[in-house]
């Protein structure tokens, strides 16, 4: 594929994910015309959290559990892509 300005972009975007996360280390990606597919590997967890998820079916017999998934966990996938996203978009 012949990577146009934007692809260009992703490319230099995704390669200095590590420079900014120094958590993380990339693995193969490939750039569609449309998204990136990507293996981004966390080799120090320790102090990267995780969010417990919201099950798509509830019992009636039991309360709806409060949603908490609009914290952004330093250091965690979602704030990696995030970062991602904010550097291609800009």
Known sequence: MVLTDIGKTVAQCWSEIPQHYLNTTLHEFVIMPDHVHGI??????TDVGTQNFVPLHVPQSHTQPQNAFQKIIPRSIGSIIRGFKIGVTK
């Open 40 to 45: 981004i590997q966390i080799v120090d967890d």
